[in-house]
């Protein structure tokens, strides 16, 4: 399922509890089509709070600059304030889900 694209967001989003993942994505990338949805699978699978926010690079030029994402999809993994992970690129799915087994516990078994 893909989630809708955020209409606002602000520098405040990062400091949500627990685990932010920021999915940067264009409409048009089939890579951006994929990530979003084996992130969508993924944490689902994690106990919370985790939180999985899409941000559309082409609307919000600006959020994607403040957090310097140059390509899309870019996977931000946020917590307590800051960008603790960073996968750039179309990635395989055994390599998200080990970046958010590092940060976030899991609910139920892989």
């Known amino acids: 399922m893909m989630r809708p694209v955020l209409p606002t967001l602000d520098a405040r989003v ?3 509890p627990g685990l932010v993942v ?4 264009a409409e048009g990338s ?7 949805a084996t992130l969508d699978e993924l944490v689902r699978t994690f106990r919370g709070p ?15 600059g403040w957090f310097n994402v140059r390509s899309v999809p870019t996977v ?3 917590k307590d304030g800051r ?7 179309m990635a395989p799915r055994a ?9 976030a516990p899991r609910t139920v078994a892989a």
């Open 95 to 103: 390599l998200l889900e080990s970046v958010l087994a590092a940060r």
């Open 30 to 36: 089939a890579a951006s089509r994929a990530t979003a």
């Open 22 to 25: 920021m999915h940067f994505r």
């Open 76 to 78: 931000l993994f946020v």
């Open 50 to 64: 985790v939180t999985l926010i899409e941000v559309d690079v082409d609307r919000r030029p600006g959020f994607a």
């Open 14 to 16: 990062p400091a949500l």
């Open 83 to 89: 960008v603790v992970d960073r996968v750039i690129g």
